[in-house]
């Protein structure tokens, strides 16, 4: 499965710790950059990703749409 980078911008320091701390629990690679303005932060994070969307369950489609 691909994996690609996203980015959480403009984050505090707490947010980006905690978003690091979540995502190194799931044994996920995480980076953390300061921004320009050196105060928030961009988290990085290298999340896999779908080849296709999964499919809406039946029960929630309305009948009308199709």
Known sequence: MAKSW???TECTTDQADELMATYRARGVAVER????DL???T???RLPEA???E???R???QKVWG
């Open 59 to 61: 029960t929630f489609r």
């Open 39 to 41: 105060i928030t932060w």
């Open 55 to 57: 499919r809406t369950p």
């Open 51 to 53: 080849r296709r969307q």
């Open 43 to 45: 988290v990085s994070a």
């Open 6 to 8: 996203f980015h959480y």
């Open 33 to 36: 950059n300061l921004n320009p």
